[in-house]
């Protein structure tokens, strides 16, 4: 399971580039830490969650009701990274040529031209991905899990870093489309920001008189670093006892539920406790890494049968009940 | 949970389930325990005396292997009509070989019955007249329906075939402690094993029924279950000290022991007035187990006379007062008729003994009409080998099936030159009265008594003289039973006789055709009466109550009668009769009663002695060795799975773990070994870890509850780094084993300072 790493990673031109010191990635998560925390007031352990999320490779779901900062997140990080952004406003009438990029005939050149969709980005934001058609969402999931977008029969190479940040909408279940199970899988995490409590909430309010601090916000890192920080995180040894230790997890969700974590969900359970490790300064896993990470990462890969039990409280289970060494 | 953690290694593996596989066989095991109790029960108690062992054998086998065979084949309901159908015909093969035509047995379904629940309620099995083929018939049934259901994997209903079977022979008598308790621990375990193999159980539980089954052996060595048992007490109560000679012979009504040492008891048992000396017999023996000898046979009624000898003979009369109570009736051989009180409630034996029904109390009298057989020696010489057809039949010729050739051999080269039977009676006796010593302090050998005593004992008393001497007659053929009573007694007038309880004696008759049984003797007789006036002179000396009679007290003993009885005579030409040296005043026989016998109770020592098993009279040293293996056994397992259980065990290994960090392995290995030991510390002061916990949360836990020692944050990271980054030195291990070490001391300075790892 240690190198997975390498399978998950992209086919990219940048021929594995030379890892940062643990250290500096530390010190660099904090960095974007902060620079996210003067929009976004709270959150701590979400924003860290998407950060770590980034330099684990992986895409995130926010799920929340609207109007919690789900949106603000994805920007001010992608502004907190000197890279290419882009935006996607999922619809009901979105297409999926409109998502991956479309075939145009140029009178002039009298040749079809490739016009790129917002999906060729290093951090793409899908808005309420749930409103958009099934069809539609699932143009997204060769995109997320390839790094590639196939177009007309012509395949094309999604920029490296390329990180999905999506978020949905818990409210109007009629007018949505539920993400199909097979791409919900494909997010490493899935988080749930709630409301902010009261002093939050007022300080929030009191920096949003006047100008808004995300027009003001800058970029503290560049494409390169996080590429390299990615690499150190990849990096990260994850021992024998660790891995065997997420097995057991993966395992009693399968027992317990009616369908438990796939081997990708373990996949992206380790390499989110690696983000995490190397976040915090270390350069190999422990079990408390696979611990904060699990309910984020395993809890919307789990079906249950039972309405009382979610995939949530599975995983609380399973951490409750596996042993650790 | 890798399993280089010392601390995990007992919890996997108590719930670790094994295969139901080990448990079948377990039960089935326990099943193979419950039948061979009690067919050893049938072997030792019955066809090793009578013969049959190798069909009972046979038989037990057969029902073995087609039970196994039939298992598959044929359903519940045909194997228990087979079963029945198998006990029926078996049973029926034993009624007619007892000479009970099957239509009456039918028709006296009720004698049967009453015959069963005799049996049940005490009766050892070996009494029955033709017990070797009641075993045989007995056998099958159960043997073949309890391991027919047990291949059928329903163990408790196969456990009661088997559990019936050695239920009938405790209540018999004939199962002992030790075998029952085996059988039972086997019926337990197949059924508690059965049901574990049903239900997939762990090594935890099957650990939960040895402490059981041990605890159940210790309870059930304290506790007598069965009062009509063998077995008076439990198995480690040593009745120590010797018996008395006359309870051994002479307590139980159906069979006579043989003791090792005995005391002789002085007191006063009864007078007899008698127109001549003789022996009083009080029982006759006719099958002999090795180490017992049993009647066999039933009782009837008296009704007022009884048959007498074939040949001549002549009558006497005595006159019989019991100075104390007794539980048989001393006569001359053989009784005629008997008048008297209490004599209503006697019953007859099928050997011509009469016996009381009910004790027979201080005072009471009677008397009996005797056969005195007298023949000649000539007349017995001819009398010829024609025996009728119910001695052919009878025990009387039974030797127990481990008779050693060894002990045939000697016998025929002591009679070689014997032509008949009488001749051949009288080389024994000679023989053993010549090349053997009276004792009476013997040790009791373990095996064949006759054979032990020919073949390698020196000296013995008159038991052992007298179970050799019928014996060895049985192994030439002759026809011999072994009886017991009193001998003669101290002569006080001419007519009259007391006896004492060192009377009490054993000896021999011998069946001669046209003649009846004669009397032989043995036991060397001059010793006999220098041992047994010793005592008696002790006796007078201390002033014992109850010892004398006022007719007997004044006359000396070196004054008493040569030994031998008229009974005795034909080998001794039959000439001695009793010497006049009594003494004259007989008309104050009335006052004797008053003035000695009132106050004497019965002798302590016979209470004592009557019981006549051999386990009280063996050596310490055989009896443990099997019994106290097996329940020394069990308690160990019991033991071991106990503190298995309690977690002893693992409780003392981890305290020496916890001082000692034991030889160094790779640093990795080391750093995790003083991480545990810093837990177990830990553990004593605070919690457990708990097993979802990790180390980090464990210890950030703890140090919420208490400041915690930088020291133990630094194992910790000592063993972090060791367990999963994989890159660990070898001084950061032996810096954290010193940190463990320090702490371990700091913490429980009492034998701390010897660790220097």
């Keep these: ?325 | 949970m890798s399993s280089r953690s010392k601390r995990g290694v007992t919890s996997v593996d108590l719930d670790g389930t094994v295969g139901p596989r080990a448990f079948r066989i377990v039960a089935l095991g326990g099943i193979g325990i419950l039948t061979a109790s009690y067919v050893r029960v049938l072997h030792q108690d019955v066809t090793s005396v009578v013969g049959g062992t190798e069909t009972l054998f046979a038989v037990v086998a057969a029902m073995l292997v087609a039970a196994t065979v039939l298992a598959y084949t044929i359903r519940p309901r045909t194997a228990i009509l087979a079963a029945t159908v198998a006990a029926a015909v078996g049973f029926s093969y034993y009624l007619n070989a007892a000479g009970v035509e099957l239509g009456v047995a039918i028709s006296a379904w009720d004698a049967l019955l009453s015959d069963a629940i005799t049996l049940a309620t005490g009766l050892p099995i070996l009494r029955m007249v033709e017990a070797g083929t009641w075993a045989l018939g007995f056998a099958p049934g159960p043997v073949f329906l309890s391991w027919y259901l047990a291949m059928r994997e329903r163990y408790v209903w196969s456990v009661v075939p088997g559990g019936f079977a050695l239920l009938f022979l405790v209540l018999t008598g004939n199962a002992g402690i030790t075998v029952t308790m085996l059988g039972t621990l086997g019926a337990i375990t197949a059924v508690a094993f059965g049901e574990l193999a049903h239900r997939d159980g762990s090594i935890a539980q099957a650990d939960i029924l040895a402490i059981i089954f041990a605890l159940m052996i210790a309870l059930s060595l304290s506790v007598t279950v069965i009062p009509g048992g063998d077995n008076g007490g439990p198995v480690f109560i040593d009745s120590d000290g010797p018996q008395t000679l006359e309870g051994t012979i002479d307590s139980s009504p159906g069979h006579s022991g043989i003791g090792g040492q005995v005391d002789l008891s002085p007191e006063v048992r009864f007078t007899a007035e008698s127109e001549r000396a003789s022996y009083w017999r009080t029982g006759v023996y006719d099958r002999f187990t090795g180490d017992e000898w049993v009647r066999t046979g039933e009782t009837s009624e008296y009704d007022g006379s009884l048959e007498s000898p074939p040949g001549d003979y002549e009558t006497v009369e005595q006159e019989i007062d019991l100075e104390t109570e007794i539980g048989t009736m001393p006569m001359a051989a053989h009784p005629l008729s008997v008048e008297g009180s209490g004599i209503g409630v006697a019953e007859v034996t099928d050997h011509g003994q009469i016996h009381p029904v009910e004790t027979l109390l201080e005072r009471d009298e009677y008397t009996v009409e005797s056969a005195v057989l007298d023949p000649e020696p000539n007349e017995l010489r001819t009398a010829g080998r024609n025996y009728p057809d119910e001695i052919q039949a009878s025990e009387y010729r039974q030797t127990p099936e481990d008779t050693s050739s060894e002990f045939e051999d000697e016998t025929a080269d002591i009679v070689e030159h014997a032509d008949n039977p009488y001749e051949k009676a009288v080389a024994i006796e000679s023989h053993l009265r010549s090349s053997k010593d009276y004792s009476l302090d013997v040790e009791k050998p373990s095996g064949n008594v006759a054979e032990d005593f020919l073949l390698e004992m020196d000296e013995g008393y008159c038991v052992y003289f007298a179970t050799a001497m019928t014996q060895m007659l049985r192994s030439e053929d002759v026809p011999a039973r072994y009886v017991t009573g009193y001998a003669e007694g101290q002569q006080v007038d001419d007519d009259e006789w007391v006896v004492r309880g060192l009377d009490a004696h054993a000896w021999v008759e011998v069946y001669f055709p046209g003649h009846g049984w004669v009397e032989f003797e043995p036991t060397p007789p001059g010793d006999r009466q220098d041992a047994h006036d010793d005592v008696l002179q002790d006796a007078r000396d201390e002033g014992q109550s109850g010892i004398d009679t006022e007719q007997s007290e004044d006359i000396p003993l070196e004054e008493e009668e040569e030994e031998d009885p008229d009974g005795d005579g034909p080998d001794e030409n039959g000439t001695e009769d009793p010497d006049e040296n009594g003494s004259e005043d007989g008309t104050e026989s009335e006052e004797r009663n008053e003035s000695n016998g009132n106050e004497s109770g019965p002798d302590p020592d016979d209470s004592g002695g009557t019981d006549t098993e051999s386990e009280d009279e063996e050596s310490i040293l055989p009896s443990i060795s099997f019994e106290d293996a097996v329940i020394g056994l069990s308690l160990v397992v019991g033991l071991v799975a106990g503190i298995r259980r309690s977690g002893v065990g693992s409780h003392v290994s981890r305290t020496a773990h916890l001082y000692w960090h034991g030889s160094q392995d790779t640093p990795a290995a080391d750093a995790e070994r003083a991480y545990r030991r810093l837990e177990i510390l830990l553990e004593r002061t605070y919690r457990p870890r708990r097993e979802n916990e990790s180390v980090r949360e464990y210890l950030a836990t703890l140090s919420e509850t208490d400041e915690l020692d930088p020291r133990i944050d630094e194992v910790g990271k000592t063993y972090e780094l060791a367990k999963y980054s994989g890159d660990i030195s070898r001084e950061r291990t032996d810096e954290a084993i010193e940190l463990v070490d320090e702490l371990a001391r700091e913490r429980l300075p009492v034998i701390g300072n010897s660790t220097d790892a």
Excluded: W
């Design chain 1, 1 to 325: 399971m240690t190198n997975t790493n390498t399978t998950a990673r992209p086919a990219s031109d940048h021929s594995s580039p030379n890892p940062l010191p643990v250290d500096t990635v530390s010190t660099l998560s904090e960095e974007i830490h902060d620079n996210i925390s003067r929009v976004i007031v709270g959150h701590d352990e979400a924003i860290s969650h998407v950060v770590t999320a980034i330099l684990g490779r992986g895409h995130v779901l926010l799920d929340d009701v609207p109007g919690v900062g789900k949106t603000m997140l994805a920007r001010s990080i992608a502004t907190s990274v000197d890279c290419e952004f882009s935006r996607v406003q999922f619809t009901p009438d979105l297409l999926p040529t409109d998502v991956t990029g479309v075939n145009v005939f140029n009178q002039k050149t009298r040749e079809f031209e490739f016009r790129p969709g917002p999906v060729f980005a290093n951090i793409v934001l899908g808005d309420e991905i749930n409103r958009a058609p099934p069809k539609t969402q699932s143009s997204l999931l060769e995109a997320m899990e390839e790094g590639q977008v196939t177009v007309d029969g012509t395949t094309r190479q999604l920029p490296n870093p390329f990180t999905v940040i999506a978020t949905q909408n818990a409210v109007e279940p009629n007018r949505t489309y539920d993400l199909p199970f097979a791409e919900v899988d494909r997010f490493m995490k899935k988080l749930h920001l709630g409301y902010p409590d009261p002093d939050e909430e007022s300080e929030m309010l009191g920096r949003t008189v006047g100008q808004h601090p995300i027009d003001s916000l800058e970029a503290v890192t560049d494409l390169e670093t996080i590429v390299r920080a990615r690499e150190t995180v990849a990096n990260a040894t994850v021992e024998a006892p660790v891995r065997e230790y997420a097995t057991r997890l993966a395992g009693y969700t399968r027992e317990h539920a009616h369908i438990g974590i796939s081997p990708r969900g373990t996949i992206s359970l380790l390499q989110a406790a690696q983000a995490h490790a190397v976040s915090q300064g270390r350069g190999y896993v422990v079990p408390d890494d696979v611990k904060h990470v699990a309910p984020v990462v395993m809890s919307h890969r789990i079906k249950t049968t039972d309405r009382e039990r979610d995939g949530r409280s599975v995983v609380e289970d399973a951490l409750e009940s596996v042993s650790v060494e």
